[in-house]
C-alpha cells in the first residue's frame, strides 16, 4: 500500500479593513452579484476602488434593467495561490448610475468617474476606446466590508 503524503490544516482568518482595501486595490476585474425577483446573477466587471467607492462601466442590458429596480449589489474579489492559498473580499452597497447631462453635482461625478476610471484604461470614452459601446457608468458605495483568507 503506497504511503499518504500528510496534508497540514490549513488555516482561516478574517482580513481586516484595510488588507480587504488593499486587495480591492490590487485588483482590476471583479464579480458583480445582482438579484432579481428569486433569480440572483453574477457578472464579471471591470473596476477600480476608490475612496470608499469601486467604479466601472457597461453596456446596456439586463443587468441595468435589474440593478435599476433594486439597487442593493455584492461585489466579489479573489486572489488565488492554491487549494489553501487565497484571500477574498466580498463588498455590499448601493448600485448609482452616473449621469453627464444632471445637475452640477451629478455632472462633477461624472467626470470625476471618467477622470478614475482612465486610471485602468487611459483610452476610456475617447475615439480610441477598446469598449466604445460600455458608455454607461456606475459606482458602488462600499458600505460594508468583508473578508477571508486561507493558508497552509
Known amino acids: 500500500m503506497p504511503k499518504k503524503t500528510p496534508t497540514h490544516t ?6 481586516t479593513d484595510a488588507e480587504c482595501h488593499a486587495l480591492l486595490a490590487r485588483h482590476q ?7 432579481h425577483k428569486d433569480r440572483v446573477d453574477i457578472e ?3 473596476f477600480v476602488a476608490d475612496d470608499g467607492w469601486l467604479y466601472g462601466r457597461t453596456a446596456p442590458g439586463t ?5 435599476s429596480r433594486n439597487r442593493w449589489v455584492a461585489f466579489e474579489v479573489d486572489e488565488i495561490a492554491g487549494l489553501f492559498d487565497w484571500r477574498s473580499v466580498v463588498v455590499k ?3 448609482y448610475f452616473l449621469r453627464k447631462d444632471g445637475s452640477e453635482a451629478e455632472a462633477a461625478t461624472y467626470e470625476n468617474a471618467v477622470r478614475i476610471l482612465r486610471r ?3 483610452e476610456t470614452l475617447t475615439p480610441a476606446d477598446p469598449l466604445p459601446d460600455r ?3 456606475f459606482r458602488i458605495h462600499i458600505d460594508e466590508i468583508t473578508g477571508r483568507a486561507a493558508s497552509p
Request: net charge positive; aromatic share 10%; glycine share 10%.
Open 135 to 137: 458608455v454607461i457608468l
Open 120 to 122: 485602468l484604461m487611459p
Open 29 to 35: 476585474v471583479g464579480r458583480l452579484a445582482f438579484a
Open 10 to 15: 490549513p488555516h482561516f482568518r478574517e482580513l
Open 63 to 67: 443587468k441595468l434593467e435589474v440593478v
Open 93 to 95: 452597497g448601493g448600485f
Open 44 to 46: 464579471p466587471i471591470h
